[in-house]
């Protein structure tokens, strides 16, 4: 199994809500990436974990709060985002990034959020 | 990392080789060569990589120039499914921890029937 499911696949919410993304891989893969894509534009990094531990984060603003709970659970908390948040957020898995040998980041296929 | 240059966009016929290019002139010793396609609303997806030998598997070829300082991803028998942007990177592969992809802009590959 080399799937990365995320949810919700829409979510459309305020600038007053809090929500939170989900992302679930089963692969066994111990590092865990955000990333952020906005329309017509390449994908960007948001933020890194490994081994359950935030390893990178990209200057991402506070209003959006990584979490992992566990080796196999991503989530990304929204809190007072702007519209110009609108995009489509992509987790992936790889796995471990520790080691030399070939490593391929899977992705799950996205939510896409709208800000209002 | 060594930044990349692609075309924008190509168009191949079905069922011909589509042949994409990359240009990675300050590539080091060290990085190897990254192919990713993102079809149109899905994440993206690996195809292969290269760090100086070709290299083949069921998606693609892959060949990097002796130099190192180019490389084609080669699609032998291109299907309207591969119409997607596909994305060309160089990245380290070390053991000094996970890290992220960094994509550029791609090249968006249409597929004509």
């Known amino acids: 199994d080399t799937e990365v499911t995320q949810t919700p696949k829409h979510l459309v919410m305020g600038m007053t809500n809090k929500k939170s993304l989900k992302c679930e891989q089963h692969?066994?893969?111990?590092?865990m990436y955000w990333y952020k894509q906005k329309a017509k534009k390449p994908p960007e990094l948001m933020f890194v974990?490994?081994?359950?531990?935030?390893?990178i984060n990209e200057s991402v603003p506070s209003r959006f709060s990584p979490e992992c709970p566990n080796s196999s659970l991503l989530n990304l908390h929204l809190h007072a985002l702007q519209p110009e948040d609108s995009a489509l957020y992509l987790c992936?898995?790889?796995?471990?990034?520790?080691?030399?040998?070939?490593?391929?980041?899977?992705f799950g296929p996205g939510t896409r959020l709208l800000v209002l | 990392d060594a930044k990349t240059t692609q075309p924008p966009s190509m168009d191949c016929a079905e069922g011909r080789a589509a042949n994409l290019p990359c240009n990675h002139s300050?590539?080091?010793?060290?990085?190897?060569v990254y192919w990713y396609r993102q079809i149109h609303s899905q994440g993206p997806q690996y195809i292969i990589h290269?760090?100086?030998n070709n290299e083949t598997n069921e998606m693609a070829s892959l060949i990097i120039t002796e130099d190192r300082k180019s490389s084609t991803l080669i699609l032998p028998h291109a299907t309207l499914r591969d119409t997607a942007v596909y994305y060309c990177?160089?990245?380290?592969?070390?053991?000094?921890?996970?890290?992220?992809?960094?994509f550029g802009k791609g090249t968006h590959l249409i597929i004509q029937p």
């Open positions: 990177i160089v990245r380290v592969r070390s053991g000094g921890g996970a890290d992220g992809l960094t």
């Open positions: 290269g760090l100086k």
């Open positions: 992936a898995s790889s796995q471990d990034g520790q080691t030399s040998v070939k490593e391929t980041q899977y």
């Open positions: 692969m066994g893969h111990r590092a």
């Open positions: 300050t590539i080091s010793g060290n990085e190897y």
């Open positions: 974990y490994s081994y359950e531990k935030l390893s």
